[in-house]
């Protein structure tokens, strides 16, 4: 079984800065794509940030410029550095991690979510 764990949320100001991290763990053989999602209140959830195996990452317009996600592949964790967060950057950050779990010959492949922590950005 494979658990996700977000960290980091909290309550910061206009123009402050937040780091995420999301643990992966238990029964691991790999772990491909890597994202973070956010969602506000009263809005669907949306992409923020993938990242791949190799590192190569993407991010929504909404926060190009200002935040920034990498991975440590040896300790299964994503990050997401938040710099200049807005009030609209206020939502339940969820990590999303593409797994295959399992020993061999018995392997699975599934998507996981993790719990979320929620970022709010206010004075």
């Known amino acids: 079984q494979v658990q996700l764990v977000e960290s980091g949320g909290g309550l910061v100001r206009p123009g402050g800065s937040l780091t995420l991290s999301c643990a992966a763990s238990?029964?691991?053989?790999?772990?491909?794509?890597m994202g973070w999602y956010r969602q506000a209140p009263g809005k669907q959830r949306e992409l923020v940030a993938t990242?791949?195996?190799?590192?190569?990452?993407n991010y929504a317009d909404s926060v190009k410029g200002r935040f920034t996600v990498s991975r440590d592949n040896a300790k299964n964790t994503m990050y997401l550095q938040m710099n200049s967060l807005k009030p609209e950057d206020t939502a339940v950050y969820y990590c999303?991690?593409?797994?295959?779990?399992?020993?061999?010959?018995?392997?699975?492949?599934?998507?996981?979510w993790g719990q979320g922590t929620l970022v709010t950005v206010s004075s």
């Open positions: 238990g029964s691991i053989f790999s772990i491909y794509a």
């Open positions: 999303n991690a593409e797994v295959l779990s399992g020993t061999a010959p018995n392997y699975t492949y599934l998507e996981h």
């Open positions: 990242i791949a195996s190799g590192g190569s990452a």
